[in-house]
């Protein structure tokens, strides 16, 4: 079992930066890839990065490429997800989530653990 806790989200102006958190308990933290996910209202949840146990494989949707930074630290059982120059429509609660594939997932099928989410709101 992991338990996964987000953290981070909050109001910011269209231009504006967030970092998100998310810490992990339970089983060993590196052994799991991590993906970031969002869900805007009446959408499905989509992928939005994820990062292998390592670090060394990182993975992002084409709407955040450039603007979004995935990371971890393993001594810290902590994956963060930097958002900068953030737009109206990054408007969602986040959600992290942990699988044990090589490499990060962008299905959401294929990850085991969830967490509760974090909002993030961008006003134009």
């Known amino acids: 079992q992991v338990q996964l806790v987000e953290s981070g989200g909050g109001l910011v102006q269209a231009g504006g930066s967030l970092r998100l958190s998310c810490a992990a308990s339970g089983r060993t933290f590196s052994d799991y890839a991590m993906g970031w996910f969002r869900q805007a209202p009446g959408k499905e949840r989509e992928f939005v990065a994820g990062i292998s146990w390592g670090g060394r494989i990182t993975y992002y949707a084409d709407s955040v490429k450039g603007r979004f930074t995935i990371s971890r630290d393993n001594a810290k059982n902590t994956v963060y997800l930097q958002m900068n120059s953030l737009k109206p429509e990054d408007t969602a609660v986040y959600y992290c989530?942990?699988?044990?594939?090589?490499?990060?997932?962008?299905?959401?099928?294929?990850?085991?653990?969830w967490g509760q989410g974090t909002q993030v709101t961008v006003s134009s």
């Open positions: 989530a942990s699988s044990r594939a090589t490499a990060p997932p962008r299905r959401t099928s294929l990850y085991a653990y």
